[in-house]
């Protein structure tokens, strides 16, 4: 089994930064493409930003100049730093792996993490 676990969500005033962490836990091989989303209520999953294996990256309009996105390949884990924070960032953002190969020789397509809450509010 393949689990993603984040950590560091918590509520900060506007203008302060947070730093989210995801680690993949298994029998793991190799990740290609992670990302954070983020859901808001009563809106969308949206995606916030994504980087390949390789170390490419994309951020949607809203985050760019603010969040930066990275990983650690040797530790399975994706990294998203949040600078310059808005009340608009307030969302429950999640870790996604797109394809997980595993050391048996498997594929696992889409795996999510469980949710962390960033609350941006003065």
């Known amino acids: 089994q393949v689990q993603l676990v984040e950590s560091g969500g918590g509520l900060v005033q506007p203008g302060g930064s947070l730093r989210l962490s995801c680690a993949a836990s298994?029998?793991?091989?190799?990740?290609?493409?992670m990302g954070w989303y983020r859901q808001a209520p009563g809106k969308q999953r949206e995606l916030v930003a994504a980087?390949?294996?390789?170390?490419?990256?994309n951020y949607a309009d809203s985050v760019k100049g603010r969040f930066t996105i990275s990983r650690d390949n040797a530790k399975n884990t994706v990294y998203l730093q949040m600078n310059s924070l808005k009340p608009e960032d307030t969302a429950v953002y999640y870790c996604n792996a797109a394809r997980i190969a595993t050391m048996e020789g498997d594929w696992v397509f889409g795996s999510w993490g469980q949710g962390t809450q960033v609350t941006v509010s003065s």
């Open positions: 980087i390949t294996s390789g170390g490419s990256t």
């Open positions: 298994g029998s793991i091989f190799s990740i290609n493409a």
